[in-house]
């Protein structure tokens, strides 16, 4: 099997440019390792369902949480890293202001699920460090020029920390999954050039929120629970780990779709998943694999952040699955008085 060191060495030749963004992934990827037998050791190594504090966002900060983030901050120190975003740091943190790629990061995503013995996970991005941001004033960098849309990125990808921990990734050519060899301590190509069904029979949704859902998402929702009996006609299984990167590997292994919507509850509005360092990565990792990432609306990649911690709804997996995900939003015509949940009776009917 080749090693992940080898794939990027390949790919990257001669070429500077590739050569930076293969060293940050070889960065990533080294403290992912050793991430890897922190988490496996579980309590053996510390209590790290401890909350120790908030981050940026207001959300509950766990021991791993920041011990993750300063792991992944000091690996990226002395590289071709200008500044990174992270979900653990309330401003970007600025590494080598003239540095030519920055990185966006979700440094455990999940950890809320660490005590519990789920599959949580690391979430990078790496984009181009702006002109605007690398020649502005040291002394007051221009931070704002850091946001970008998705289809700036040049590489993303997630580690995921389960039974088997993998490394899925995508340089712009498709998208590529390595599992470690946890005895050679090196991640090894095992799915070579993956590619989603353009539709499946699971889809994934916090399903007691179903009172709080827009009509489009319930009537999405009672297509699927109608099942043979409704327009749909085939039958569909509900999953839900409540860990993006874990629901994001099934959906590459298998197909699918994951939805986390806006709903009425207060703090959910706008969506719950940060833009930058989360949806935006995972859209491209499922657009490379010929899958649909959106937010109701609009396709992700496409959304200018007004924030770096901004939050969205976002919907991704088999790409027909999302269009049709996607058509109830847009087209209100689709859209008709929707059946109670596990009712019989379907919006067209």
């Not at 090693?3 to 440019?17: I, M, N, S, V």
């Not at 990167?245 to 998943?273: Q, T």
């Not at 940060?274 to 609306?297: C, D, K, M, S, W």
């Amino acid at each position: 099997m080749i090693k992940l060191y080898t794939f990027l060495k390949d790919w990257a030749g001669e070429d500077r440019d590739r050569k930076d963004v293969a060293r940050i992934i070889t960065s990533m990827a080294g403290v992912g390792i050793r991430l890897a037998e922190r988490i496996s050791n579980g309590r053996i190594s510390a209590d790290f369902a401890e909350i120790v504090g908030d981050n940026a966002d207001g959300d509950a900060q766990k021991a791993l949480d920041v011990e993750a983030n300063e792991v992944f901050l000091y690996a990226l120190k002395g590289g071709p890293t200008a500044a990174v975003i992270s979900e653990e740091n309330e401003e970007p943190v600025i590494l080598d202001q003239k540095a030519p790629l920055m990185v966006a990061m979700d440094p455990l995503d999940g950890s809320s699920n660490v005590d519990t013995n789920v599959s949580i996970g690391t979430i990078f991005s790496i984009l181009p460090a702006p002109e605007a941001f690398r020649e502005s004033d040291p002394a007051a960098p221009n931070v704002e020029a850091l946001l970008q849309k998705g289809d700036q990125q040049l590489a993303a990808g997630f580690i995921i920390y389960g039974p088997q921990t993998a490394l899925v990734l995508t340089l712009g050519e498709g998208v590529n999954i390595f599992t470690l060899d946890r005895a050679a301590g090196k991640f090894l190509l095992t799915y070579e050039n993956v590619q989603l069904p353009e539709a499946k029979n699971e889809y994934a949704i916090n399903a007691s929120n179903y009172r709080h859902w827009d009509k489009p998402v319930r009537s999405y929702i009672d297509e699927c629970v109608s099942g043979e009996e409704g327009p749909r006609a085939q039958n569909f299984n509900m999953r839900w780990i409540a860990s993006l990167v874990a629901e994001a590997y099934r959906i590459f292994i298998r197909g699918g779709i994951f939805m986390y919507p806006a709903d009425g509850r207060k703090g959910y509005g706008e969506g719950r998943l940060r833009l930058v360092y989360e949806a935006n990565p995972i859209a491209f990792l499922i657009e490379q694999a010929g899958g649909g990432a959106t937010e109701g609306h609009e396709r992700i990649m496409a959304i200018q952040p007004s924030s770096i911690h901004q939050r969205i709804p976002f919907t991704f997996g088999s790409i027909k699955m999302v269009e049709r995900y996607e058509r109830y939003h847009t087209d209100p015509d689709r859209v008709s008085d929707h059946a109670p949940l596990f009712g019989s009776r379907s919006i067209f009917r």
